[in-house]
């Protein structure tokens, strides 16, 4: 079990979880509300799950693949610690993880 802490854009907290073993980032995101479109579910399409990890988590994630890179670089306000929330596989092995939701992944909800 992940204990997940979502962060707005502007850094404030908007929503904590536990996220069980086996599960995605993105599928435990949009279960509590979170404003990630997900867009192609987890096909490395469009990057519209993008977010930004806490510094002291990044490092600890399994590292991004050459494709999952590649399409961070075209997402908007992407940063050194961007990911894509369904390339994130959570087994367990974090007590803890925070994620920022980058401002454009709210813009797309019209909010
Ligand atoms: Fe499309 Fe993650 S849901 S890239």
Do not use: K, N, W, Y
Not at 22 to 33: E, H, V
Not at 36 to 45: D, P, V
Not at 89 to 99: N, P
């Amino acid at each position: 079990m992940t204990r997940i802490r979502f962060l707005g854009p502007d850094g404030g907290p908007t929503g904590e979880t536990d996220a069980p073993s086996g599960t995605r980032l993105l599928d435990i995101a949009q279960a509590i509300g979170q404003p990630l479109e997900g867009t192609c579910e987890g096909q490395m399409a469009c990057s519209t799950c993008h977010v930004i990890v806490a510094a002291g988590d990044f490092d600890r994630l399994p590292r991004a693949s050459e494709q999952e890179d590649d399409l961070l670089d075209l997402a908007p306000h992407v940063t050194r610690t961007s990911r894509l929330a369904c390339q994130i596989l959570l087994d367990g092995s974090l007590d803890m993880l925070t994620v920022r939701l980058p401002g454009s992944a709210r813009d797309m909800q019209g909010r």
